[in-house]
């Protein structure tokens, strides 16, 4: 049985369970601790290893996978939105790695749903090239192609008709707007979902986010050639997605070359 820690860290809480990545469900109960309100890494990384420390026993010496809601490239956090700014610019999986002393994976959190979904939710099985798009206060996405994750898609904030996407066709401006599922569906996510269609060509798209559980409302009404299915693992998928890509990274280290950072790089104008 292969037991890996998966932590997902969000605005207001930090979640974090064991998960058996040979059933794809937690092996212990989940536990949680608010986010600290000036949320710094520092902070943050206290309160991770609190969770770390809690489920000791369970996960001895193992990964652990961490999820941040940014875009993270070779463990690098170019920019953060709803954590504390001093995350902008973090090496943060070096920093993580020598604040726990075990090795990190951090990852995108739809990244992470996106891949807990494939493997272990409603896409397990599936080949060819599955989209998972997150329905919350915006639009997250995650694009994993046979089963490998092609992470950092943003796919909430393709501009389509003059609008940035998720401004008009996010479950919160459903909510907002006052908008039926009819009205949602046949008139902003009909539009949506046609033009990542059309530059994508995907096999699946499957829905997450709070909205899913009311998918007979909405999906139903959507004319796409792409099927489309309700995501399963809810709010489990964050921490599963996270300890699946961490065991991953064990097994297939990343061997793609560290680039610099274009905030770094120095161009020579001769």
């Not at 898609?153 to 009819?182: M, N, P, Q, T």
């Not at 905030?263 to 020579?268: G, M």
Request: glycine share 10%; aromatic share 4%.
């Amino acid at each position: 049985m292969s037991i890996v820690l998966g932590i997902d860290i969000g605005g207001s809480g930090i979640k974090g369970a064991p998960v058996d990545l040979e059933t794809g469900d937690f092996a212990a109960d989940r536990l949680r601790i608010d986010t600290p309100a000036k949320s710094t890494p520092g902070n943050v990384a206290d309160v991770v290893a609190q969770i770390v420390d809690h489920f000791a026993d369970q996960i001895g010496d193992a990964p652990i996978g961490l999820t941040v809601p940014a875009p993270v490239v070779h463990g690098h956090i170019p920019m953060i939105a709803n954590l504390h700014q001093d995350w902008k610019g973090l090496e943060a999986e070096t920093f993580f790695a020598e604040r726990l002393g075990r090795p990190i994976t951090v990852v995108n959190d739809a990244d992470a749903a996106g891949v807990a979904e494939v493997h272990h939710g409603a896409a397990k099985g599936v080949q060819g090239l599955v989209i998972l798009t997150t329905q919350g206060t915006g639009i997250g996405s995650a694009i994993i192609n046979n089963g490998i994750l092609i992470p950092n898609s943003e796919f909430g904030h393709l501009e389509i008709d003059g609008h940035d996407a998720e401004s008009r066709a996010a479950a919160s401006i459903k909510d907002k707007e006052g908008l039926s599922y009819r009205k949602w569906a046949t008139e902003r996510l009909q539009r949506y979902y046609e033009v990542v269609e059309a530059l994508m060509w995907p096999d699946l798209f499957v829905v997450g986010g709070g909205v899913s559980k009311d998918h007979e409302k909405f999906i139903p009404l959507l004319k796409l050639r792409t099927p489309m299915i309700p995501a399963v693992l809810r709010n489990k998928a964050g921490i599963i997605g996270a300890a699946t890509l961490a065991q991953q990274r064990v097994e297939h280290p990343d061997t793609a070359p560290v680039l610099p950072h274009a905030e770094n790089t120095v161009v020579d104008e001769d």
